[in-house]
């Protein structure tokens, strides 16, 4: 997935690799993902993205792709 973060994000990332939390800035965003779905159950993750797109209904393909995703992070984190 490629995305574009803020540079002071980038710098964060950045830091955490130098202080050794992590081989890579893959490594670090992958880690920081797998806590936040940790921290969040599937239910509350599709609430918000039917919150933020209900009036679109051409989103709704996007709310069960961000399920898949979820869900499939997560069996990734415990195969890791």
Known sequence: MTT???PAVVDA???CV???L???RGSIVSAAVRAWLAEHSEEAIIASYRRRYAHDAAHE???GHVAEFSVAACLA???T
């Open 4 to 6: 574009r973060l803020d």
């Open 13 to 15: 990332i950045d830091r």
């Open 18 to 20: 130098a202080a050794g």
């Open 22 to 24: 992590g081989p890579n």
């Open 61 to 63: 393909d996007l709310i």
């Open 77 to 79: 984190a415990d195969q």
